[in-house]
């Protein structure tokens, strides 16, 4: 049943042209498809198709008998078509009852499509696979006054009225495609209009369409539009093809945007920002995840994959793209400790659990489940790794040959490889071994007095016994205790092990390793405390600066859980006060940004405890984590209230990366008091909530308040929904901020959030705002012993897999962690798990609660 890498064939017809004329309708839409086909090899024309009725097929105007067809719930196959014709299908759906939001679906009143990875299927029998690309005209025809903006990819073509009050728009694309970057929109829209002039002197007009009344919360997607557009000419060489683009944000969506050629389609959770109903994060991830859509154009649309076994070859490049843009908008050194920290908290979780799989798999049943942190976030660090192992002009001079080379194919992640090879003469083929090995290197770092030696390890994963070595880049640098001795050093570890004479041997030296994150490994540095407080006090690289004190937070965090689990009083205080005080210099040196220092003040999280422990009670990792918090409150009562007060701005809000740096460190102070109780905490975050002008500053607040507890937390909390009725995607941190609290009435709190008027199970967005992160970030109450917290989640799983398997086995991913706590929450997850293959799951569902259960 699953499919694999090594079964590919190359389909038997190719798809000279498509023509595809909608007839929308709520209820019964209907689609007539016309195919000119060539074949190409012998055998019968397979179609997929799913959730949708066949009305007619005819081959050159031929309508054919039902004899001369088979039709099964997933396919139709045609057995003898001839070698050069043109098809006609004719099918119907019913887009206001599909639930799954795959295919053509009504959200808010309007059509939108999403095609990615297979929804194509929901709209007309068709061979949905990536590589079958072809040139599409589309026509579609609504009712005038209730769909007045009839939107596909490309350019229009023709436009005019039609009989019974409707309209047409026909849409041409030039560039050939696969079906996955198909995309239609129909309705009524707000826009927003804006132009860009390319390298080449040309004019593209680009409109956003969104909610009425929504149009000014899209200035901040537009500007940063426009800047991925410039940095894209600038930074790769690639410019704009098509003569006009455009995005339409919608509130149903299964995850967060999607690259439709010439057409992006957006959760409008990533798009719509203004300063006082989105939070710096929002705008952080608006331009970044604009820019991901965008960067596909080149990466991922002018050149796509053959296969979905290469989804790296577009995700991970992109996500590299965007992280790049990213630096460049808003500094380097803050962008790499936050790609990494998620990179850490997700893929290395993954990669260390029963859902491990390589960046290239090799096999699956639903590709949905696919759509991974190991294949975007890795897959980004493996083009990070190709970067620095080339240097940034053959890395560069490689980009420029695939692009050249392959503009237009459906390509593998070996032709990308290849293309490096070619364009500056070098042997990549040990580097493709990091798109076939699951698994989290561990490299061990040892010295002498003299010499420093790197091994490198890699444990078996799920299907992977034997492993062998990568080609591992690693900067490092000698530390003394006055500053650096050494200039940083690049090291490429090819096989098990390599020994490199340290420059000067002198005593007392600390090694800087793996500076910048050169690889996605653990590391085994055997430093010393005293190692990483000197890190911490003077790496002149700033990201291992900041990974020196999140490695003394994580040791102290363990010894806590640890004395927490059996009852000791955890004896931390030097180690304690020795972190404190490095962490006060940091605060208090003039010569770090904000952001900075602010990252530097969180801790790392539960997730990353677990990480580093076998068989821990997470709640007991949730205490240490507010033990943390509050013994670093205590010691730096003297410095959180003047920081505060220091960091207030007064002028006009501004999303830019420095303002955002105060408010991350002045929210972090306030945090730090209310986790130590400090006397002006609670008098502080009310003053703050109330007066707050900005999103950031009043989400603070209300976190900080709903951690203090007591009645002032309802009376905010009803205060922010009644500000903020009206704005769902304000709503869904309402309803966030209550999934992450320690709930007064425990689960039977959050069972009422679901019955709450504004809580919608067909909405993803609010299902993930309640569900999923009461199961990611509330370890105190899902995590909770008597089980309640599971059996809550694992109802609202089986609810979402009845309408929506996509998203259901999403939230089930967060059962991946069961092997690393302890055996009585082990017994309880597998139940639930049981539980849930014993349901009649989607094949979405059961290929994750199967692998999870192992
Ligand atoms: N290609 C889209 C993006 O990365 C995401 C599509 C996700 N599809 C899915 N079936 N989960 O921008
Ligand atoms: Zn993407």
């Known amino acids: 049943r699953p499919t694999l890498l090594s079964d590919y064939t190359p389909y038997n017809f190719s798809l000279d042209s498509v023509t595809l004329d909608f007839d929308l309708r709520v209820e019964a839409t209907q689609v007539t498809t016309t195919l000119s086909v060539s074949r190409k090899a012998g055998g019968p ?32 196959v045609l057995d003898n078509v001839p070698d050069n014709c043109v098809i006609e299908i004719i099918t119907q759906c019913n887009p206001s009852q599909n639930a799954t939001l795959m295919g053509l679906y009504v959200s808010g009143g309007r059509f939108c499509t999403q095609c990615e990875a297979e929804g194509f299927r929901r709209i007309t029998y068709y061979p949905d696979r990536p590589d079958v690309l072809s040139v599409f005209t589309v026509k579609i025809t609504a009712d005038k006054s209730k769909f007045p903006y009839l939107l596909a990819n490309g350019n229009m073509t023709d436009n005019g009225e039609a009989p019974g009050g409707r309209h047409f728009a026909v849409w041409e694309d030039p560039f050939p495609k696969p079906c996955y970057l198909f995309a239609l929109v129909a309705g009524d829209f707000d826009i ?25 919360r899209a200035d901040y997607a537009m500007d940063a539009l426009k800047r991925s557009m410039r940095w894209d000419e600038t930074a790769f060489g690639r410019e704009y093809d098509l003569d006009r683009f455009m995005i339409v944000a919608v509130r149903d969506f ?9 057409l992006n389609i957006f959760n409008s959770s990533l798009l719509l920002a203004d300063g006082p109903s989105a939070t710096d994060m929002n705008f952080e991830r608006i331009e970044s995840v604009v820019a991901h859509e965008y960067f596909h154009n080149w990466t991922g649309n002018r050149i796509t994959c053959r296969d979905w076994f290469q989804l790296c070859l577009k995700e991970g490049f992109t996500v590299f793209r965007d992280q790049e843009f990213s630096a460049d908008q808003r500094g380097a050194a803050v962008q790499r400790i936050k790609d990494v920290r998620a990179l850490r908290a997700r893929q290395f979780a993954e990669d260390a659990g029963p859902l491990a799989h390589p960046v290239r798999p090799s096999q699956y049943e639903k ?44 390509a593998t992640v070996e032709q990308f490889i290849e293309s490096f090879e070619a364009a500056t003469d070098r042997d990549l083929s040990q580097f493709m071994l990091w798109y076939e090995q699951a698994g989290t290197p561990v490299l061990d770092v040892k010295r002498d007095s003299s010499s ?7 444990r078996a994963t799920p299907g992977q016994k034997t492993k062998r070595p990568m080609p591992m880049p690693i900067k490092w640098q000698v530390i003394g205790k006055d500053g650096p001795v050494s200039d940083p050093q690049m090291t490429v570890l090819n096989g098990a092990s390599i020994t490199v004479d340290l420059p000067n041997d002198r005593p007392d030296t600390t090694l800087s390793v793996l500076q910048d994150f050169s690889s996605p490994v653990r590391i085994n540095s055997r430093n010393e405390t005293g190692d990483y ?10 990201f291992n600066r900041w990974d020196a004190g999140q490695t003394l937070a994580t040791k102290l965090l363990s010894t806590l859980t640890g004395a927490i689990e059996s009852g000791r009083m955890p004896r931390v205080d030097t180690a304690l006060r020795d972190y404190v005080s490095a962490l006060r210099a940091t605060l208090l040196s003039p010569d770090f940004d904000n952001n900075f220092k602010a990252l530097t003040l969180s801790s790392p999280s539960v997730m990353t405890i677990l990480q580093t422990r076998k068989a821990s009670d997470p709640t007991a990792a949730a205490l240490a984590v507010d033990w943390l918090h509050r013994a670093i409150g205590d010691r730096l009562r003297g410095d959180l209230l003047p920081l505060y007060n220091d960091l207030q701005d007064s002028g006009p809000f501004s999303p830019d990366a420095a303002a955002a740096g105060r408010r991350a460190l002045k929210n972090a102070s306030l945090a730090l008091m209310g986790a130590s109780f400090h006397p002006q905490a609670a008098p502080l975050a009310l003053e703050q909530f109330n007066d707050a002008t900005n999103m950031t500053d009043e989400l ?10 007591g009645r002032r937390v309802d009376q905010s909390l009803s205060r922010f929904y009644e500000k903020w009725e009206h704005n769902p995607l304000v709503i869904d941190k309402w309803f966030a901020v209550q999934a992450m609290r320690k709930l007064p009435g425990g689960i039977h709190d959050l069972s009422d959030l679901t019955e709450h008027s504004a809580y919608d199970r067909r909405n993803p967005n609010r299902v993930r705002a309640l569900v999923g992160n009461f199961a990611m970030s509330n370890p105190h109450m899902f995590h909770n012993i008597d089980g309640t917290g599971y059996d809550f989640f694992t109802a609202q799983i089986l609810d979402m897999d009845s309408r929506n398997p996509q998203v259901a086995a999403r939230l089930a991913g967060a059962y991946e962690i069961w092997p690393k706590l302890d055996k009585a929450r082990q017994a309880l997850i597998q139940d639930q798990l049981r539980a849930i293959m014993a349901a009649g799951p989607s094949q979405n569902l059961s290929e994750i609660a199967g692998k999870i259960l192992g």
């Open 367 to 410: 590709i949905d489940n696919f759509y991974t942190a190991t294949i975007y976030e890795k897959g980004a660090e493996l083009i990070r790794m190709l970067k620095t192992l080339l240097g940034a002009d053959d890395f560069r001079k490689g980009c420029d040959y695939y692009f050249e080379t392959l503009d237009g194919t459906a």
């Open 700 to 709: 603070s607040a209300l976190v900080t308040l709903s951690q203090l507890g």
């Open 533 to 542: 407080l000197r890190l911490m006090g003077g790496d002149p690289n700033s």
């Open 452 to 458: 420093v030696t790197f091994t490198q390890s890699l």
């Open 45 to 76: 024309m397979r179609l997929n198709g799913e959730g949708i009725t066949l009305k007619s097929v005819s081959i050159d105007g031929q309508i054919l008998a039902r004899k001369d067809y088979q039709l099964t719930q997933t396919e139709l």
């Open 192 to 216: 927003l209009e804006d132009s860009f002039t390319t390298m080449s002197g040309r004019d593209i007009p680009l409109t956003i369409y969104v909610d009425r009344g929504d149009a000014p």
């Open 254 to 262: 299964n995850f967060g945007a999607m690259e439709n050629k010439g």
